[in-house]
């Protein structure tokens, strides 16, 4: 879990074949409809006097493209890179022939040349949505020098001043830039969101399977104690009895062996915890130390410090044991110990209010330049925290899914350093490293107070 981190250059990610061939051919047949009505409304209504089997056939080509598509493909089909980069240079090159034909850059309607460079941003890499962008920019380039003029039927020559022409040419190639460059920011951010909200739900959900799993076990172990402990007592009566037959002696002890056997690797398998009121509520101390179970043998002191806050009661709170909550504080701890020199302090306290959790460490802390963006997704470490862990190559993203989960619980976190990273080290206060803290309502993780279990159940 790479946390100690400066942003760095996130994976690749592998978001091809987004694309259905059917949203392009609904654009591309909006896009044609739209073309042929300004046509015969220029032509009609403003008696411009247009070359229209020119125009026509430049409509033409992109109805034929998309027949061929129909015909050729499912529309169901999703398309790669590639063939989505193709599908809008030719719709760009149409567009483009189209404006040249009908006033070049003294046609309003240029500004849509902008449509094929934003879709290919928000749906393409980077690569390809550069190459759009240079094409476009080349496209309306050449328009503006070769065109064929706007003229009425009266012979009136339609057109803007050489400055205003130039301005929108200008304008048109900063969209181009800058559309291109929001949009694919944008996009890039949402896939990124999403791919890491994907791993939470992954790890949140083979947290919650392991709980189940650990509960079914539990209830198995429950349920099938009677019997083994019957095994037992009936064949140590057998084994007392058939003291003169060695035999039948041994076989009684071995059923006995097994039994305890049995016993045994039930009970193991049972520790993961039952699926009942006790044990899906513990102590806040205990829940603390199961999570940090894993990483309490790894060579880094985790000392633990619980207490009321003012106001707060003497008895120790008892809380959820959720699986988002488990689950964060051990990405938490782990972070927390793969970055220690030495130590590693989780202290928790509680008010009437609220319950607070603080884990810190002796390490060197977060780095400067990056603390207000700690919870993003596909963010790595920085070069000199590799060295202590030299084994690990994460990708980012286990602050952010102790972040997203511990939230989900009604948490708010807070990261700081323990100290400034510009003191020398005897300046250093003892807990100098990373802190995080974590504060919830009350009521948010305080489970009610469940009593006795009440009275057995009679054995049929």
Known sequence: ?????????????????????????????????????????AWCCYEIALDLALCLATVGASVAANIVAIFLFPESRRLSQAEVTATLLFDSAQLAVLLALTGGL????????????????????????ILLGVATIAMITLVSWFHLPLVTLSGEVIAMPTVVEFGFWLAIVIGVAFLGAYAYRISSEIHSMGDALLATQLALAREQKLTDLGGVVAAAAHELGTPLATIKLVSSELADELGDRPELHDDAMLIREQADRCRDILRSMGRAGKDDLHLRTAPLLAVLREAAEPHMDRGKDIYFDVGPGPGGSDRQPMIYRYPELIHALRNLIQNAVDFAQTTVWVDAEWTDKTITVRIADNGRGYAPGVLGRIGDPFLHTRGGDRDQRPEYEGMGLGLFIAKTLLERTGARLRFTNGADPFLNDPEHPVRSG?????EWPANRLLSADIGALGQNQPIA
């Open 1 to 41: 879990m790479p946390d100690r981190f400066e942003a760095g250059p996130r994976l690749a990610e592998a978001h091809h074949d987004w694309v259905r061939l059917r949203t392009l051919i609904f654009l591309r047949w909006t896009a044609i409809i739209g073309q042929i009505a300004a046509i015969f409304v």
């Open 106 to 129: 003294n046609n309003p309607f240029a500004l849509l040349i902008l449509v094929p460079v934003t879709i290919a941003a928000t749906a393409l890499e980077r690569r390809p949505t």
């Open 434 to 438: 990373a802190i995080v803290e974590a």
